[in-house]
């Protein structure tokens, strides 16, 4: 049975058919095109933008690694070695900013950089810790060991000493003189013997005033709480006199091993109604607060010369201490060694032989003068100047 061609088949075969081109090998293997690229503003765009990131990371990356640098060598220049070789005093006057210290301080060469030093005190939060006063910057200091002395307020300490037996007048001299102090030194003098005699501890700045107001109190504390724990049946009127012959026991002997027992041949011959006989006496009545010079013996004449303090003639205690005394000296008067002494005389070695009776007395006497003619004589040998004849008290 004959059948008839479909519409499809009849349309395929009314299509004209393409013609077959044969290809050559080289042909056949040549690889075919592909996608077509964007076009060519796209890939610009796109091109920027990755740069711009690329440089934004690369400008971060950077600037972290050159911040860690700057505080990696910040840290070891401010605590490394500083630029000192010796030691080294460096003053804060109140109020002054941590940027003109850092400045001071590198002018002076203690630090090596003022911006890090800043900087490191900043860092640390001691903008507003350092303090006004006087400090000493060891050699070699590194900065942090110079922020933190300046953070401490360990200001330097310089000292007075007033040593016992001074005057008032003579310990007046030493203030004035001490150049760390600073202000006037009072109009007038406070009472002899009101000082008190020991080593003082101040900041450079600290006024005069305020060093003798301080000396003031301390003696005067320090005068009434001995005197309240005196011993009963002195022969002192009242506080002054205590003073007073605690001022003479000072001068007449320096050796604490005998202080009580000069004080005691004192006490005694207040008791007999006997004068002191005193010779320091004699040189304050002659040279009052400034002192004997230190040259001047005591001549015949000045123990026989009429003057409010002359032991050898007036009754009784001068009017007034002739010195200021220490603690010692006081505690001697308050509580004397119970003896029966009435003499005492130099015996030549910077201490004194003590006797009862005036017989007694005389024969040390006698050794005394034997020992300093014997001196004497020794030092014209060698050319020196002879022994001053200052100790011979008391006598009669």
Do not use: C
């Amino acid at each position: 049975m004959t059948t008839s061609p479909s519409d499809a088949e009849i349309g395929r075969s009314a299509e004209p058919s393409k013609p077959i081109v044969p290809k050559s090998a080289s042909e056949a293997l040549r690889p075919q095109a592909g996608t077509p690229p964007p076009s060519k503003r796209s890939r610009a765009s796109r091109n920027q933008f990755v740069v711009f990131l690329n440089f934004l990371l690369s400008t971060v990356v950077l600037a972290v690694l050159a911040g860690g640098a700057a505080v990696y060598f910040g840290k070891v220049e401010f605590e490394g070695r500083g630029p000192t070789t010796v030691d080294q005093t460096f003053m804060i006057k109140p109020s002054t900013g941590v940027q003109e210290i850092a400045d001071q301080l590198e002018r002076r060469g203690l630090i090596s950089d003022a911006r890090i030093f800043r900087l490191g005190v900043r860092a640390y939060g001691n903008d507003s810790a350092l303090k006004a006063g006087e400090y000493e910057i060891k050699a070699g200091a590194s900065m942090r060991d110079v922020m933190e002395l300046l953070k401490s307020g360990k200001s330097v300490m310089y000292s007075l000493t007033i040593p016992e037996g001074l005057t008032v007048e003579q310990a007046f001299e030493r203030i004035a003189e001490q150049e760390a102090l600073s202000g006037d030194m009072p109009a007038s003098l406070p009472a002899e013997g009101s000082l008190a005699t020991d080593t003082q501890r101040f900041t450079r700045g600290t006024t005069r005033q305020s060093i003798i107001d301080k000396m003031l109190a301390h003696q005067k504390q320090m005068v009434e709480e001995i005197w309240e724990r005196r011993s009963p049946g002195l022969p002192l009127a009242d506080i002054n006199a205590f003073v007073t012959l605690a001022s003479i026991v000072e001068k007449e002997t320096g050796r604490a091993d005998e202080r009580s027992r000069v004080a005691s041949v004192f006490i005694n011959r207040l008791k007999k109604k006997m004068r002191l006989q005193s010779d320091p006496t004699i040189l304050y009545g002659l040279f009052g607060g400034k002192g004997r010079p230190a040259d001047r013996p005591i001549y015949q004449s000045d123990i026989d010369k009429q003057t409010p303090y002359n032991t050898y003639q007036i009754n009784g205690l001068p009017p007034t201490p002739i010195a200021n005394p220490g603690r010692a000296a006081l505690e001697a008067v308050a509580n004397p060694s119970q003896t029966d002494d009435l003499y005492f005389v130099a015996d030549g070695t910077g201490g004194h032989v003590f006797a009862k009776t005036l017989d007694e007395h005389n024969e040390n006497v006698a050794r005394w003068r034997a020992a300093q003619k014997k001196q004497a004589e020794d030092a014209a040998k060698a050319g020196a100047n002879p022994p001053a004849d200052d100790e011979q008290t008391p006598a009669q």
